[in-house]
C-alpha cells in the first residue's frame, strides 16, 4: 500500500497549485501522451496561447524537481506531447482499488484515502475545464472503492476485516446505506443494540442534514427489528442481480414526420427515465440478453391526435402485465411519464420514488419536450421556435440544466440549418454560456459536456473541444448520439485515430444507429479519406440532415473519380439549398458551395479548402 500512498504524498508536498493539479491528473493516466497545447489550455485556458506554453514548461520543470529523486516516476515530453511513466503503468484509483482488494491493511489506509478524497476538493477552482475532471473523477473512483470495500464486507470470510472494509466504506461515503445496515447487523450480532442505534442514527443525520432524505425501508425495518428486540439472519440476505428491462420503440407506418420525431424523443426520455433507477439495469438492445421485463411504445397515427400505446410483458411468459393507451402523450408528458415509472416498478414488485412533482416542474419538463420534438425535426421551420423556447425554459428555470445544454446545442447548429447564415461571434459566446451553465449545474451529464466540446470547436479552441469530448465519452460510452458526435468532433480537429476508433465501434452495433449517425459517420470516414464508406453511409442516411448530407454525399463521389455521380449528386444538394436559403438574395451554385465549405469548424484550413475543391470539380465536371 505504501507505494501508491507514496505517489499521493508527493502531489501534496508540491508547492504550486497547478503543478500540483497536474501531477494529480497525470497520475490519474499514466503512460498515457497528452499534447502539451492540450494541458495548456485546460489548465490555463484564460491565458494568451503563448504565456499558457510558457507556464506549462515552468509548472513541468517544478514536477521534474520533485521526481528527481527515486520516486518510481518520471515525466517525459517529446515533440509537444507529455506523459507521466510509472513502474506499471496503472492509474492510481485503479492501483488503490487493487491494493484494497488484499488484507491486511497499512495502518495509515484510512488516513490516506482520506487525503485522495481530499485532494479532488483541494484543487477545485483552477479551471473550469479541470473542475469538471475531478468531479467525474471522484465519482468513479469513489463508485470504484466503494465496489471493491462492498465485496469485502457482503461476503466476508474474515469478520474483522468485514467490519474495517464497512467502516472505510461509510467514512467515505457517510450516505452508504448498505455499509451502514452491515454495521448494525454486527453490532447487535456482538449484543451491543446502542451502537447498532448509534450507527443507525449517523446515517439518518447525514442523510437529512445533506440530501434530505430518508433511509432505505430496508434499514428502517432493521433499526425496528433491532429496537424491538427481535433474532436477525446470521447473514443479511444476499441481493439478487437487478433485473433488466428492455425499452423498445415500434415504428409504425403512416407516422407524420413530426409524429417521428415524437416518438424518438418519448423513446429516449423513458429510456433516460428509467436507467437512473438503482434498482433496475437498463438492457442493451442492440446486444441480446435475458432480460425480465419488455417496455414497448408505440404511436397510434390512424387514432385521433396520435395517443402513445405502452405496454410491458414478461419475456419469459409472453404474458402481457399491462397495457395502457395515453392521449396526447406532447402533453403532461412529465406527470404521465411517472405513472409509467410507477406501472413499471410494481410488474417488478418496486416501488419508485418521486411520482410528485410541482406543477411548475411539470410545465418546465413538458415545454423542454415539446423543444426536442422541434430540434429533432431538422427543420429549418422549427429551429427559431425550439430556440425562443429553450431560451425561456433557461429564464424561467434556470437551473435546469437540460434546457442550457440543448439551447447551447441548438445555437451550435443553428448555421447548419438555415443555408446562407454563419455563426456570429455573440452567438458562438451565448452558446458557450449556456454550455459551461448547463457543465456547472452538473458536472456529470455527457450531453453537456459533448455540447461544450463543440462550443469549443467553433471558437478553434480545440484542445478544449477534445478534452470535453474525452469527459463525454468517459461517462458514457455506450449512447450513440454521444459517439456519433464526439467521432465527428475529433474528425474536425484533427484527431482521425480516435474519431475513426468510435466509428468502427459503432458500425459493431448497426441496430443502434439512427439515420443521422450515418450522415456523423459519412463526414468521419471522408475526412479520413474512406470515401467508398462515406458514399455508402451517405445513400443509407436517406434524405436526414438533408441541410448537409449531400454535400458530404457530392464530395465523396467527386474524389473517387464517380464524376457523373458527383455532378448529379451536387445540383440536387444545391437545388435544395436554394429553396432554403435564409438570406434575402438568391445564391449563386458558388455561394452555396461555399456556405457549405464554411459551415463545419474544421481545424485545418487546408481540409476546408479541400473539400470545396471536391464539390467543386463535381459541379464543373462535363462543363
Known amino acids: 500500500m505504501s507505494g501508491v500512498f507514496h505517489k499521493l504524498s508527493l502531489v501534496r508536498t508540491v508547492r504550486f497549485r497547478k503543478a500540483r493539479a497536474l501531477l494529480f491528473f497525470l497520475l490519474h493516466s499514466p503512460d498515457q501522451d497528452h499534447r502539451s497545447e492540450k494541458i495548456a489550455d485546460v489548465f490555463w485556458g484564460d491565458y494568451p496561447h503563448a504565456k499558457a506554453m510558457a507556464s506549462l514548461r515552468q509548472t513541468i520543470r517544478q514536477i521534474r524537481l520533485l521526481l528527481e529523486e527515486d520516486t518510481g516516476l518520471a515525466l517525459e515530453t517529446r515533440r509537444g506531447h507529455l506523459r507521466l511513466i510509472c513502474e506499471d503503468n496503472t492509474a492510481i484509483d485503479a492501483r488503490i482499488c487493487a491494493l484494497l482488494a488484499t488484507y491486511p491493511w497499512a495502518r495509515n489506509t484510512e488516513v490516506e484515502l482520506g487525503h485522495y478524497q481530499q485532494e479532488f476538493e483541494l484543487l477545485l477552482g483552477i479551471s473550469e475545464a479541470f473542475d469538471s475532471w475531478l468531479s467525474i ?7 470504484a472503492i466503494a465496489e471493491v470495500l462492498e465485496a469485502q464486507y457482503v461476503d466476508a470470510e474474515n469478520e474483522a476485516h468485514a467490519v474495517q472494509a464497512a467502516r472505510l466504506a461509510q467514512v467515505l461515503e457517510p450516505s452508504n446505506e448498505v455499509a451502514a445496515r452491515y454495521l448494525m447487523r454486527h453490532f447487535w450480532s456482538k449484543q451491543q443494540p446502542n451502537r447498532a442505534i448509534e450507527a443507525y442514527n449517523t446515517l439518518f443525520e447525514y442523510l437529512d442534514q445533506n440530501l434530505d432524505q430518508d433511509p432505505e425501508p430496508e ?25 433488466k428491462i428492455l425499452v423498445q420503440m415500434q415504428n409504425e407506418a403512416g407516422l407524420t414526420p413530426e409524429e417521428q420525431s415524437l416518438l424518438n424523443v418519448l423513446f429516449l426520455d423513458l429510456r ?21 421485463l419488455v417496455v414497448k411504445i408505440q404511436l397510434l397515427p390512424q387514432m385521433p ?59 418546465v419538463y413538458d415545454r423542454w419536450l415539446r423543444s426536442q420534438v ?54 458562438k ?10 457543465i456547472s449545474l452538473d458536472p456529470l451529464d455527457t450531453r453537456a459536456h459533448r455540447v461544450l466540446g463543440w462550443c469549443y470547436c467553433h471558437k478553434a479552441e480545440f484542445e478544449l473541444a477534445e478534452f470535453h469530448f474525452e469527459q463525454a465519452l468517459h461517462l458514457n460510452s455506450s449512447n450513440s448520439l454521444t459517439l456519433a458526435s464526439c467521432a465527428l468532433g475529433f474528425a474536425f480537429a484533427g484527431r482521425l485515430g480516435p474519431a475513426q476508433e468510435i466509428c468502427d465501434r459503432m458500425v459493431s452495433a448497426p441496430g443502434a444507429l439512427q439515420p443521422f449517425h450515418l450522415i456523423y459517420m459519412a463526414a468521419v470516414n471522408y475526412l479520413a479519406g474512406n470515401y467508398e464508406l462515406a458514399v455508402e453511409q451517405c445513400a ?34 444545391i437545388g435544395l439549398i436554394k429553396k432554403q ?13 461555399d456556405w457549405f465549405a464554411d459551415c463545419f469548424p474544421l481545424r485545418e484550413s487546408s481540409v476546408r479548402t479541400a473539400l470545396r475543391e471536391a464539390v467543386d470539380e463535381a459541379l464543373n465536371y462535363g462543363g
Open 540 to 573: 443509407q442516411a436517406g434524405d436526414s440532415m438533408s441541410t448537409a448530407a449531400d454535400g458530404w454525399h457530392a464530395a465523396s463521389l467527386s474524389r473517387l473519380g464517380r464524376m457523373e455521380e458527383a455532378h448529379k449528386r451536387v445540383k440536387i444538394f
Open 272 to 292: 433516460m427515465r428509467l436507467s437512473r433507477f438503482r434498482e433496475w439495469g437498463i438492457a442493451d438492445g442492440d446486444r441480446p440478453e435475458a432480460v425480465d
Open 219 to 243: 434499514t428502517v425495518e432493521l433499526l425496528a427489528s433491532i429496537k424491538l428486540g427481535e433474532t436477525l439472519p446470521e447473514k443479511a440476505p444476499v441481493a439478487d442481480a437487478p433485473p
Open 137 to 143: 473523477r471522484k465519482a468513479q473512483a469513489m463508485q
Open 374 to 427: 422541434l430540434i429533432d425535426r431538422w427543420s429549418p421551420e422549427t429551429e427559431g421556435e425550439a430556440i425562443s423556447m429553450l431560451s425561456d425554459i433557461t429564464k424561467d428555470a434556470p437551473r435546469f440544466g437540460p434546457a442550457h445544454a440543448e439551447l447551447a446545442g441548438a445555437l451550435n447548429v443553428r448555421h447548419v440549418l438555415l443555408p446562407g447564415t454563419k455563426q456570429t461571434e455573440a452567438e
Open 581 to 593: 436559403w435564409a438570406l434575402p438574395a438568391e445564391p449563386t451554385d458558388g455561394e452555396v458551395l
Open 305 to 363: 391526435d396520435a395517443p402513445l400505446h405502452i405496454e410491458i410483458s414478461d419475456p419469459g411468459s409472453n404474458n402481457l402485465l399491462w397495457a395502457e393507451t395515453i392521449p396526447a402523450p406532447q402533453k403532461n408528458w412529465d406527470e404521465k411519464v411517472r405513472t409509467q415509472l410507477s406501472n413499471i416498478a410494481n410488474a417488478l414488485s418496486i416501488g419508485a420514488g418521486g411520482n410528485h412533482a410541482s406543477a411548475q416542474e411539470a410545465r
Open 429 to 438: 459566446q451565448r452558446a458557450l454560456h449556456h454550455a459551461l451553465e448547463a
